[in-house]
């Protein structure tokens, strides 16, 4: 077994020739048809093995070159499947590689597969796609979520398939599942990295993510993804950044703050015991760390202020899905009337279908002051508050969820203020377009549990130096479902 290990050791053994890339993508392969978690849209197995075959002479400066990784389903593969875990584009194949996919290749990472997620990037919970739920490696039960959008990548990379999985950040979509899933889960300042063959869904929220499992990979991931793209023209022109080089864990002086209302929402005590300890550990690192206070009032609209925004850009985005462009065609409908609502009848789960009709009820011109206009002046309120902070300390550090583990099935009342604040608060960093990190912080009963550093915009140096500081004190680096539980 090799792809329980980091980027970093793997590149050291390629760089050794102790394996080959065509070895590590035979391995990948047998373990992504070994799944059992729903992990998986398509399994690249042909075009994989072709292209590590290619890969003879080991690149030194290349951490990359040879590394097997997986993307999620709503990235553009030339040529291979792109569902969006929707039957609205079961057949779809697109004509061009999306820049990230794009990068990577340049950089000779070896494409496994693509794997599964809430249906077209909307949803927490990893239940929504078109095969059914994904499932938490961690749960041998298959109980309890591993949270979504990003559900399949997370879970990829949970059960030790690949050390590097493309997931898409829009309110929490790649945080959440890496609390679960006990991997880095990352998502940089919006516009950082190019979107571009991403499918949008709320594009003022979205982010281009992944996931790792340790904080020296998602630095690796960072400095080769970044940049400037012509094709998307809102990708920063920003001086590119050497953030694995410049990884230290010195963070004497730095000023962390955590928000006492988050905080005192989250119910679960072996959270807050965890997190507590790792508050003590960040001061012992030289850390100067205080609690702050945050109109509460603000954070309970954090939920419905997401619904709102992603649900009306959403509704805008996906009218392209419409059986003409995109999508199902029955070949038998007379009117084009006829080829959209067909189309997207079939093509939509009712969870899209719920939120299209919330998104285009914002939307109407009559509702528009009550409903989008509101929710944007909320966002608006929202990110100031966190600005304000953010002027005074250089990160904040909160856990990363209310609870350890969530069931599918359960009777919690979603609405109730503790859990409106605890579940959503990473979507902060969305609204404001702001890097935010989760790292694994401890393990209850077998199921890992993260904390998250939200840092200034363009500050991702200082987010990856502080959680590698934190990372090196605990004992969560490259953990894996079966190095767990077996």
Not at 196 to 219: I, Q
């Amino acid at each position: 077994m090799y792809l329980d290990k980091t980027i970093v050791e793997l590149h050291n053994l390629l760089v050794k020739k102790e394996v080959t890339p065509y070895e590590l993508a035979q391995e990948a392969i047998e373990n992504a048809k070994n799944d059992s978690n729903n992990a998986f849209e398509t399994i690249c197995e042909q075009e994989a093995l072709d292209f590590a075959k290619t890969l003879i002479e080991p690149e030194k400066d290349n951490l990359f070159w040879g590394i097997p990784y997986v993307a999620k389903d709503n990235y553009s593969t030339k040529g291979i499947l792109t569902t969006g875990s929707s039957d609205i584009l079961k057949d779809y194949v697109p004509v061009f590689d999306a820049t990230v996919i794009k990068k990577l290749k340049e950089k000779k990472a070896v494409l496994i597969g693509k794997t599964t997620l809430d249906e077209l990037a909307m949803g927490g919970s990893g239940t929504t796609s078109h095969k059914g739920k994904t499932y938490n490696p961690y749960d041998k039960t298959h109980t309890y979520i591993i949270g979504g959008s990003s559900c399949g990548s997370a879970a990829s990379l949970a059960s030790g398939i690949v050390p590097f999985a493309l997931g898409s950040d829009t309110g929490d979509s790649v945080r959440k599942p890496a609390s679960y899933a006990g991997l880095v889960g990352f998502k940089p300042t919006w516009g950082r990295i190019s979107r571009y063959g991403l499918f949008p869904f709320a594009p003022s929220l979205d982010h281009v993510a992944y996931f790792t499992r340790s904080v020296e990979d998602a630095a690796i991931a960072l400095e080769i993804l970044q940049g400037h793209d012509e094709l998307d023209m809102t990708s920063s022109l920003k001086e590119q950044c050497n953030y694995f080089k410049d990884l230290n864990k010195d963070i004497k002086g730095m000023k962390i703050a955590y928000i006492k209302e988050i905080v005192e929402s989250v119910k679960d005590k072996v959270i807050i015991e965890q997190f507590e300890k790792t508050l003590n550990i960040l001061k012992e690192l030289g850390a100067e760390v205080n609690q702050v206070s945050m109109d509460k009032k603000l954070l309970t609209a954090i939920f419905g202020t997401y619904y709102v925004i992603s649900c009306a850009e959403a509704t805008s985005n996906n009218a392209n899905l419409d059986g003409i462009k995109f999508g199902l065609r029955e070949g038998n409908e007379k009117t084009y009337q006829e080829v959209m609502f067909k189309a997207r009848t079939k093509g939509f789960g009712e969870f899209i279908k719920r939120r299209f009709i919330i998104g285009s009820y914002s939307l109407f011109k009559e509702n528009q002051e009550e409903l989008f206009l509101r929710a944007q002046k909320a966002r608006r309120k929202i990110v100031n508050e966190i600005n304000k902070i953010l002027q005074n300390y250089d990160l904040i550090y909160l856990p990363a969820l209310g609870s350890v583990r969530n069931p599918f099935e359960s009777n919690v009342d979603k609405l109730e203020p503790n859990y409106l604040i605890a579940e959503n608060h990473l979507a902060i960093a969305n609204f404001a377009g702001l890097p935010s990190l989760t790292l694994p912080i401890g393990i209850d009963k077998d199921f890992p549990f993260g904390a998250n550093f939200l840092g200034r915009a363009f500050e991702e140096q200082k987010v990856f130096n502080v959680a590698y500081a934190l990372e090196s004190k605990l004992e969560f680096k490259n953990i894996t479902a079966k190095k767990v539980n077996g």
